[in-house]
């Protein structure tokens, strides 16, 4: 066999190899079930604007959320996931939103496959160094919970009827 045609066939055999690995989820393939996060949004960022972002990349969709930095898969300790469905199904939308931060409206939700939460969320989790206010209308207004650190709560239907898929605005306060 000529050198020339050997060296194609060994090139042709690794790119075959390296598409299997990517299509059996090697290390490069993101995870469906993974959630996207929202970047914390520091309220000590600017004194008139409590949604101002912490740096000055912003999404075009909505001004007042920080963009998510290319490759955020987690946050630290500070958070709050989100479900859209209970028991915290990991298989439906999901969604962590880092803090601390101030969200007045949870429409259009940087870094969210599914940016629009409002009255979307029925089951939560609160990081361990975070404490979490929710209301069930925009702008802080309306019944209102808060949720320590650690907190799980795999039904917002089951503790708090008023709030299941009925949240619209939070805030996310770090120990």
Known sequence: MKPQTLLFLRTVALAIAISAIAACGGSDTPNANA????????????????????????????????????????CPDCYVHVFDDKNFDATDDNHMICGPGKWASLRNLAGAVKPIWSDEIESLRVGPKATVIVWADENFTGMTQTYGPGTAIPSLKASTPGLSDNISSIEIRCQ
């Open 35 to 74: 959630p996207t996060v929202t970047p914390s949004n520091d309220p000590a960022a600017s004194s008139s604007n409590t949604n101002a972002p912490a740096s000055p990349t912003t999404t075009t969709a909505n001004a007042n959320q920080p963009a998510a930095p290319a490759g955020t898969t987690n």
